[in-house]
């Protein structure tokens, strides 16, 4: 429903990174990353209108075992097919190339072997990127790698592309530590971007929700499902915690992206009115809208208005 001057997004994108699934343990000893996962998933399903895709960027199996993987694909895609939304993979550093592209895609792959990919979501063309370097955790990208990307780019899509990559590449002033293992040579994929259909550059790799932009373009930083990184953390180096983890949603207009964070830990309520208030309040004239709920001293706003709040 519309009750403002904006009409209905485009697309409705739903970021999810680092769920670092593992096949028999929790994480740390603590971290149910199967949990967090599922959570997720069920914050999305919640959504009107709900997600035309599902792009996870990276560090889907915490040690990259077969196992973990499969159970990756029993979790996401069954619910993202009761959400009629497309799964876009994305390899992270503790993805290992050949169990990756087995597991998720039936191909056979080695060290050397990119998992590079193009989706295309009605008209929203979505480029999966490989940041990650065998047997390390910062990122870079080979020279054949940005070719096939600006042979990609070289052509626009109806409505524009998503760059999603693990390491994204954007500065991390409150958690110095993560810059040793930041994407490399960051320039190199500047040159590549420049002048093209691109509108946004998804990553994960952080633990935490940020923003920035790279070669004009806005960068969002989903945190994970599985733990976070405190960036205030009292006399710490580095700080994981297991709290705060949230999606990013996404919704794409014709001129503009709007950015929206989805925590999964529920909250108590405090205030509210129940679903069924949309109907009557979508059956009245802008006007009468604009007077219940804006004017101050409305029925609504003053409490005359009695509505059950009851969740």
């Known amino acids: 429903m519309q009750f403002g001057q904006y009409p209905a997004p485009r697309h409705v994108i739903a970021h999810v990174s680092d769920p670092h699934l593992l096949a028999d343990r929790l994480q740390y000893g603590v971290v149910d990353t199967e949990a967090g996962l599922a959570r997720s998933l069920e914050r999305l399903a919640r959504l009107d209108p709900r997600p035309d895709a599902l792009v996870f960027t990276g560090d889907l199996a915490d040690r990259a075992e077969p196992a973990a993987y499969a159970r990756l694909r029993a979790i996401v895609e069954p619910a993202a097919a009761r959400m009629g939304a497309e799964v876009v993979w994305v390899m ?5 190339r050949a169990p990756y ?3 998720l895609f039936g191909a056979e792959a080695d060290d050397d072997t990119p998992q590079d990919r193009v989706h295309e979501v009605d008209g929203l063309r979505i480029v999966a990127l490989d940041t990650s ?12 790698q940005l070719a096939w990307l600006r ?3 070289a052509t626009p899509a109806p409505h524009g592309t998503l760059l999603a990559l693990h390491h994204p590449p954007i500065p991390v002033p409150t958690v110095p530590a993560a810059q ?11 040159d590549v971007l420049a002048g ?5 550059i998804l990553g994960g790799h952080f633990h935490f929700t940020s923003w920035s932009t790279f070669a004009g373009i806005p960068v969002s930083v989903a945190a994970a499902t599985c733990y976070t990184m405190d960036p205030a953390p009292l006399a710490r180096f580095v700080s994981g915690v297991d709290g705060h983890q949230a999606v990013t949603l996404m919704h794409l207009y014709d001129d503009r992206v709007v950015h929206t964070v989805v925590p999964l830990a529920e909250a108590p309520e405090v205030t509210g009115f129940p679903a069924d208030v949309a109907a009557a309040v979508e059956a009245m004239s802008p006007e009468e809208r604009r007077e219940l709920v804006s004017r101050k001293d409305s029925p609504l706003n003053t409490g005359e ?6 969740p």
Do not use: F, S
Not at 92 to 96: A, P, Q, S, V, Y
Not at 133 to 144: E, I, K, W
Not at 180 to 190: F, H
Not at 196 to 200: A, F, I, L, Q, Y
């Open 101 to 103: 592209a087995a597991a």
């Open 151 to 153: 042979d990609v780019l």
């Open 305 to 310: 208005l009695r509505i059950d709040t009851t």
């Open 92 to 96: 992270g550093n503790h993805d290992e």
């Open 180 to 190: 040793i293992i930041e994407l490399l040579d960051q320039p190199r994929l500047a």
């Open 133 to 144: 370097v065998p047997g390390y955790h910062h990122g870079d990208l080979t020279d054949d």
């Open 196 to 200: 093209t259909d691109v509108r946004g």
